[in-house]
């Protein structure tokens, strides 16, 4: 194995060990602990950045792709730094991550908008997957929760104002 295929496989082990820890999140039934719910707002921020700069250089290398694309990007970037910035300045903490149990019918409504966003933006629009994956992780850190709010009857339950963070 090269050694660039070496780097890789590690730049990408903790993403995926991110990932596989967040999905695992969706299905117990326990409160989460302080370590796991710090490590899903990493998860957000790690993901936010790294999306947005892939995105980013695929749009600025490549002349054909549409400069109005680099807004998902940028949004993915602002995201991570205010997220960060908020939990170096102690505005938030692992204590604003939700800790309620998603419903079946919250799980299957953000996947089917993510489905939806994804067959749009590859076989309508045509977009490349970094670009696509940018929208879809645009729409999950900022829009998810606004359209959860708009349609609480979809859900299964009423939209509750929190208090938490």
């Given at each position: 194995?090269?050694?660039?295929?070496?780097?890789?496989?590690?730049?990408?082990?903790?993403?995926?060990?991110?990932?596989?820890?967040?999905?695992?999140?969706?299905?117990?039934?326990?409160?989460?602990?302080?370590?796991?719910?710090?490590?899903?707002?990493?998860?957000?921020?790690?993901?936010?950045?790294?999306?947005?700069?892939v995105?980013?250089?695929?749009?600025?290398?490549?002349?054909?792709?549409?400069?109005?694309?680099?807004?998902?990007?940028?949004?993915?970037?602002?995201?991570?730094?205010?997220?960060?910035?908020?939990?170096?300045?102690?505005?938030?903490?692992?204590?604003?991550?939700?800790?309620?149990?998603?419903?079946?019918?919250q799980?299957?409504?953000?996947?089917?908008?993510?489905?939806?966003?994804?067959?749009?933006?590859?076989?309508?629009?045509?977009?490349?997957?970094?670009?696509?994956?940018?929208?879809?992780?645009?729409?999950?850190?900022?829009?998810?929760?606004?359209?959860?709010?708009v349609f609480?009857?979809?859900?299964?339950?009423?939209?509750?104002?929190?208090?938490?963070?």
């Amino acid at each position: 194995m090269t050694q660039h295929w070496s780097l890789i496989i590690y730049v990408l082990t903790i993403p995926a060990a991110f990932l596989i820890i967040g999905i695992y999140q969706i299905f117990i039934k326990r409160e989460k602990s302080d370590f796991e719910r710090t490590i899903m707002l990493w998860f957000a921020i790690v993901t936010n950045i790294l999306t947005g700069i892939v995105a980013s250089v695929y749009i600025i290398k490549n002349i054909e792709v549409r400069n109005w694309q680099l807004i998902f990007s940028i949004w993915n970037i602002v995201n991570a730094v205010v997220l960060y910035l908020m939990l170096v300045a102690d505005f938030i903490d692992e204590n604003c991550i939700v800790d309620r149990q998603t419903t079946p019918a919250q799980i299957v409504l953000g996947t089917a908008v993510t489905i939806v966003i994804v067959l749009i933006c590859n076989y309508v629009l045509k977009l490349h997957w970094s670009i696509t994956f940018s929208i879809c992780i645009v729409y999950t850190t900022s829009f998810d929760r606004g359209l959860q709010s708009v349609f609480p009857g979809l859900t299964g339950q009423k939209y509750e104002q929190s208090s938490e963070g």
